[in-house]
C-alpha cells in the first residue's frame, strides 16, 4: 500500500494532538477527518480538519469513547484510517481489532502488541523474559491486601503500588510501612476496578520495589515492517506531579552515554520481543546512582511528549505512524542534534495543580527561531471539566541545554493565557530552580518545590 491511498484519514480524538496529526495528514496530502463532541465544536482542530463529524455530547463515555459513533463517522466519511492520538481509545485493544475488522487501517501498533504490554504485571514478565531489567516486584496479581503484605514484606519497603491496568500514573502511590500500604492497596484496587471492570473484591494489583529519588527516563522506539525495530533516543520526564508528567526533555541530562546506550538496547529489545510495530515508547527509571535502570512501562501509542524526539531528531514521527501503517520500511538514521524541551501547559492552579476551565479571553502563543507550540485552543474558546486540562505543548530546541533553557524563559514569559487558570507561572518558577537548572533533578523535584 502507498502512504497517498491511506486517506481520508480519520482521527479519533480531540484537542491538540488531533490538530498536530491533522497538519501532518494534510501536509501528506491526504484529507483528515476529525470527530468531535458538542463541547468542543469550535476549537481549532474541527475547523482545521477537511470534514468534521459531531459524535455525541460533552461526556466522552459518550463521544470520544464510544467506539461505534467513531467506526459509524469513519463509515459515513469513506475513510480508509483511523489515527487514536493518545489517551481515549489509543490503546484499547478491542478498538483495534474492530477497526480492523471493519476493513480500516489502524495507525498503531497490532492488538496483539497492545494487549501484552497493557497488562503492567504481564509486561514485566514479558520483559524480564526478554533480558530487560526489571525491579523486584508481584509476577501475579495481587488480589487482596494479605497478600500484598506478604508480597511487601519479601520485597522490601517501601514498595511502589499500581493498578495493572490503566496509565498516566493514575492508582499509583508509595507505601513505606504495612499502614502506608492498606490505603496504597485500596487505591489501586479502586483503580484497577475502573480500568478491567473487576470485583473490588479481587482486582489486579502489582507491587514493586521503589525506587528512591529515580529519574524517570523513556526511550521512543519505531517497530517497521520488515521486523526491525530502531530506538530514536530518549526523553527525560522526571518533572511530575502525582505521578504525571509535566515537563520533558531531550537528551536526558541524568545519564552517561554508556548508561543511554544500555537503555536504547533495551528498548530494541522490549519492542522485538512483542513485534511491535509503529510509534512505541519504553518507560524507565534511573537509579540514585545513575549507573543502573529498570522497566517501568510500555505505551503503545504516540506519546504526549514526542514532539522533543521530533525536534532533536528531525523527524516527523506522525508521518513515519502513516508510513509504517501503509506497509513502508523507511530508512530511519537518527542522529540527536542540541536540546529540546517541553512544558505542558495546563488549565490548573499553578500551586495545587487543580484544574481550573475557564473561557479564554486572550491566547498569544511566542514564536521564534526554536520555538514551537503544539496547542488545541485559541482566545474565545471555554476549557471545559469533561476532559484533561492540557491547553498546550510549549517546546524550545537550542544548540546546548543552556540555550534550550533561555528559550524557554523567554517563551513562557511570552505565552499569554487569559480567563482559565493556567501553570505558565510554575513554569517560569522551574527555570528558576537550581536543581532543574542544573540538570540535576529526580522525580522527586516537584514535591520538594511545593513542602
Given at each position: ?245 509535566v515537563v520533558e526533555e531531550s537528551p536526558s541530562p541524568g ?197
Amino acid at each position: 500500500m502507498l502512504i497517498e491511498t491511506l486517506g481520508p484519514v480519520l482521527v479519533a480524538n480531540r484537542g491538540e494532538i488531533a490538530r498536530r496529526v491533522i497538519r501532518t495528514v494534510q501536509r501528506l496530502g491526504l484529507r483528515a477527518i476529525a470527530v468531535h463532541s458538542e463541547a468542543d465544536g469550535d476549537l481549532p482542530f474541527v475547523r482545521e480538519a477537511d470534514e468534521a463529524v459531531l459524535i455525541g455530547p460533552a461526556n466522552p463515555a459518550q463521544s470520544y469513547l464510544d467506539a461505534d459513533k467513531v467506526l459509524e463517522a469513519a463509515r459515513a466519511t469513506g475513510a480508509k484510517a483511523i489515527h487514536p492520538g493518545y489517551g481515549f481509545l489509543a490503546e484499547n485493544v478491542a478498538f483495534a481489532r474492530a477497526v480492523i475488522d471493519a476493513g480500516l487501517v489502524w495507525i498503531g501498533p497490532s492488538p496483539e502488541a497492545i494487549d501484552k504490554m497493557g497488562d503492567k504485571i504481564n509486561a514485566r514478565n514479558l520483559m524480564e523474559k526478554a533480558g530487560v531489567p526489571v525491579a523486584a516486584g508481584t509476577r501475579e496479581p495481587v488480589t487482596d491486601l494479605s497478600l500484598a503484605l506478604k508480597a511487601a514484606d519479601a520485597i522490601g519497603y517501601p514498595v511502589m503500588v499500581k493498578a495493572a491496568g490503566g496509565g498516566g500514573g493514575i492508582g499509583m502511590s508509595v507505601a513505606h510501612d504495612d499502614e502506608g500500604l492498606a490505603k496504597a492497596f485500596e487505591q489501586a484496587a479502586r483503580a484497577a476496578a475502573r480500568f478491567s471492570g473487576d470485583a473490588l473484591d479481587g482486582p489486579a494489583v502489582l507491587l514493586e520495589r521503589y525506587i528512591e529519588r529515580a529519574r524517570h527516563v523513556e526511550v521512543q522506539i519505531l517497530g517497521l515492517p520488515d521486523g526491525r525495530v530502531v530506538a530514536l533516543g530518549e526523553r527525560d520526564c522526571s518533572v511530575q506531579r502525582r505521578h504525571q508528567k509535566v515537563v520533558e526533555e531531550s537528551p536526558s541530562p541524568g545519564i552517561t552515554p554508556e548508561l543511554r546506550e544500555r537503555m536504547l538496547a533495551a528498548a530494541v529489545r522490549a519492542g522485538e520481543a512483542v513485534g511491535y510495530l509503529g510509534a512505541g515508547t519504553v518507560e524507565c527509571l534511573v537509579d540514585a546512582d545513575r549507573q543502573d535502570f529498570v522497566f517501568l512501562e510500555m505505551n503503545t501509542r504516540l506519546q504526549v511528549e514526542h514532539p522533543v524526539t521530533e525536534l532533536v531528531t528531525g523527524l516527523d514521527l506522525v508521518e513515519l505512524q502513516l508510513r509504517v501503517a501503509a506497509g513502508e520500511s523507511p530508512e530511519v538514521r537518527p542522529a540527536s542534534t542540541g536540546h529540546a524541551i517541553e512544558f505542558r501547559v495546563y488549565a490548573e492552579d499553578p500551586r495545587r495543580f487543580l484544574p481550573g476551565p475557564g473561557t479564554i479571553t486572550a491566547w498569544v502563543e511566542p514564536g521564534g527561531a526554536g520555538v514551537r507550540v503544539d496547542s488545541g485552543y485559541a482566545a474565545g474558546n471555554t476549557v471545559t471539566p469533561f476532559y484533561d486540562p492540557l491547553l498546550a505543548k510549549l517546546c524550545v530546541h537550542g544548540e546546548t541545554r543552556a540555550e534550550a533553557l533561555e528559550k524557554g524563559r523567554k517563551a513562557v514569559d511570552a505565552f499569554v493565557v487569559e480567563g482559565p487558570k493556567n501553570n505558565l507561572p510554575f513554569c517560569a518558577e522551574l527555570l528558576d530552580n537550581a536543581e532543574f537548572v542544573t540538570g540535576v533533578y529526580d522525580t522527586g523535584l516537584v514535591g520538594r518545590m511545593r513542602a
